[in-house]
DNA sequence: TAATTATAATTGTCTATACATTCAAACTTT
DNA sequence: AAAGTTTGAATGTATAGACAATTATAATTA
């Protein structure tokens, strides 16, 4: 980790802690500290810039509120791994019951391929070189011989490296993006419609055409919000339920 | 605040800061200390347990980050008030447009009443008097005279109070709770489903029947887990989205 | 060699203190 | 009476140091 000393002002009004707050931060973002990393100890960093370890620890335990590190007594401070989930919108009180009961739950691959950038594409993933070929990925989600969604994963393809057999198995998309092109995912967004599906997607899903269905456009960014990903995902109506506790107290 | 001495034990292995995090908090929860009241000073509450000011606050910030209570500088730190978003799952991708742009936005009131406990009410709300009575309200939500959502709401009506004017306005369910029963709502369960709508919601909505939509049912709870408020809610599914941004980093 | 025991390093908790910043109320001046 | 000023009280930031708890490593012992 390379901090320089001059990058925090003692003088002045924003305080300390922050300021080493959003130094970390920074370094954490740039990927001059990567995940698994350690963080220099609260000691080093302590005499490094001549601050108390207490003000050191009050910066520390915000990265660990945000989520950005994790702290072990004993062992150190790390950074910790970006995780970005592929089954959105915490969907899951229908997969929360199906791993509760133990049933039968796989991912089924239709299609897989290698693909040149069209219209779409270009513009999804703003970029304009003709040539650029992207990762294609259809798959189905059921349990129990019961399908349950379908999904469309696209990717850059970059790196032309193949293809592995584990990654037909189950084709996460933030691990695409990882091992198919330079870029890391950092932050994604999601957006939920509801819809009424479309005949190919009954025929998939084996359901009645325009029956009511979740759908789940996901596009993944790096630290630029530069777009790596994009997934569209159909989720059956009848099977997918989206529930949130919430509540107690918030302040005004 | 009625704090005895004796409930922290410094001797304890559990930390300081966390028996009194849980000891106020568990006040909170009892109603002993009320939304909009305020905390002893930290001077105080250090003095009271013969703690350190610096513990008092290690305590109270994980209060202020569970958004339980919030501090103000040079006035006192004082208990938030339960806030139970009645629009929700954040479902206001196109609220939020609405009132970005001004639009002209509004609750219409289609009927309320009070009835007695049907044979689904009492289940719902866990009561078997017969002679139970409930309010029932009956809202459409609407921008530029285009309908876009349709609620039913109910509450125990217990205290007899007649129903005012700015209830009829724009009736939230925690503040009808409030003011219409001796409980007071703490939490919320919320469930989101997709559907096809009926055809009296297609007519309310103006909308061609069997369109899909959102349908959100919200439970309200007390302290206690008891039922004291439930709502369903119909929204168009071409009018609403819910967006969600998330990913950087999480804990392993 | 394998198991056990010390040791050092690192984070976790806690104290006591100092001064800064903000707010509200009391006081003073106009 | 209104406006400005002072003052006290509350939270916010920062320090230095002590000891506890945990982990990994090194040293010792069986």
New binding site residues.
């Given amino acids: 980790m390379v901090i320089h000393k001059e990058v925090i002002d003692?003088s002045s009004?924003?305080?300390?802690?922050?300021?080493l707050f959003k130094l970390i931060e920074e370094q954490i973002r740039r990927g001059d500290l990567k995940p698994g990393e350690?963080?220099?100890?609260?000691?080093?960093i302590s005499s490094r810039f001549?601050?108390?370890?207490?003000?050191v620890?009050?910066a520390?335990?915000e990265l660990?509120a945000a989520g950005m590190v994790y702290?072990?007594?004993?062992?150190?401070?790390f950074v910790a791994t970006p995780k970005l989930d592929n089954i959105i919108f915490e969907l899951n009180d229908f997969n929360e019951e199906i791993k509760k009961r133990g049933l039968n739950y796989k991912t089924t691959l239709l299609e897989a391929k290698i693909i040149r950038a069209n219209t779409e594409l270009k513009a999804k993933f703003q970029v304009d070189e003709e040539h650029k070929r992207f990762l294609y990925f259809r798959t189905v989600l059921s349990a129990e011989d019961e399908r349950l969604s379908y999904e469309v994963k696209y990717t850059i393809y970059s790196k032309s490296k193949p293809i592995l057999e584990s990654e037909l198995k189950d084709p996460s998309l933030p691990s695409l993006i990882v091992a198919h092109t330079e870029y890391m995912p950092m932050s994604s967004k999601k957006v939920l419609q509801v819809a009424a599906c479309t005949e190919e997607e009954a025929v998939i899903l084996g359901i009645a055409p325009n029956s009511p269905v979740f759908l789940i456009e996901q596009t993944i960014y790096d630290q630029d919000l530069k777009t790596v990903g994009w997934s569209k995902s159909v989720y059956r109506g009848d099977r997918y339920k989206l529930t949130s506790y919430d509540g107690w107290y918030k302040k005004d």
Avoid: C, D, F, N
């Fill in positions: 003692k009004v924003i305080p300390i802690y922050y300021q350690s963080l220099p100890t609260e000691h080093e001549e601050i108390s370890r207490m003000t620890r009050r520390i335990s660990v702290a072990q007594q004993g062992r150190g401070t």
